[in-house]
């Protein structure tokens, strides 16, 4: 299940570039559509079983609750400078960051226009 922590499931594959490189391009192209597709394939299983899983953790006494708005807006409030530090002490992490937030100011356009019309007006109707 997915929260603050963790905003999207993925998988990851790793491997090694030098290796990668040496295959042919055939080959590549099978690594990089079996990652993709292992991807696909988890991620539309989650879908599909997620609410399942949700039912299951309620049966048990669970009691599944939103994060109150004062909760959700400190953590943005903390994100920023948080981000900002880690980012000053590794390289690695200030590069992931910033490509991550150019990405993701790019695909707010699209969310705004698709899936947040969808789920917050036409899904129920």
Request: proline share 3%; hydrophobic share 45%; charged share 20%.
């Amino acid at each position: 299940m997915t929260g603050w922590h963790e905003p999207a499931s993925v998988t990851e594959l790793a491997i090694n570039k030098a290796r990668q490189d040496s295959l042919g391009a055939e080959l590549q192209a099978i690594v990089s559509n079996a990652a993709a597709a292992c991807n696909l394939i988890s991620h539309s299983w989650a879908e599909a079983n997620n609410a399942l899983a949700l039912k299951g953790f309620e049966a048990s006494g669970t009691e599944l609750r939103v994060l109150p708005p004062n909760v959700v807006e400190a953590l943005r409030r903390e994100m920023g400078p948080l981000y900002d530090e880690l980012a000053s002490q590794a390289a690695q992490f200030r590069k992931v960051i910033e490509n991550y937030f150019v990405f993701k100011q790019q695909h707010d356009v699209w969310a705004r226009a698709s899936e947040q019309i969808w789920h917050s007006e036409l899904r129920d109707a």
